[in-house]
């Protein structure tokens, strides 16, 4: 798997991960809503780790730069 996700992009993600989930367990969002926002915010944060996002993929969008480029 060819990694397609920049550094810079990445972080933002863990960050916006991290905000959302704060949301839910501090129960500033609940119900429904905070159950999906749980869940995308699990996504982020999985791709952010391991540096690949399929719709990236999908879409032919590539932010990874130079030597990030592995396979």
């Given at each position: 798997m ?6 810079t992009?990445?972080i933002?993600?863990?960050i ?17 809503i ?11 944060f ?21 030597k990030?480029h592995?396979?």
């Open positions: 060819k990694k397609n996700m920049g550094k992009d990445r933002l993600r863990v916006i991960a991290l905000i959302l989930a704060t949301l839910y367990f501090t129960d500033l969002i609940t119900g429904t905070g159950i999906v926002l749980l869940v995308i915010a699990g996504v982020m999985l791709t952010s780790l391991i540096g690949y996002c399929p719709p990236y993929s999908l879409l032919s969008i590539d932010t990874c730069k130079g990030e592995k396979e």
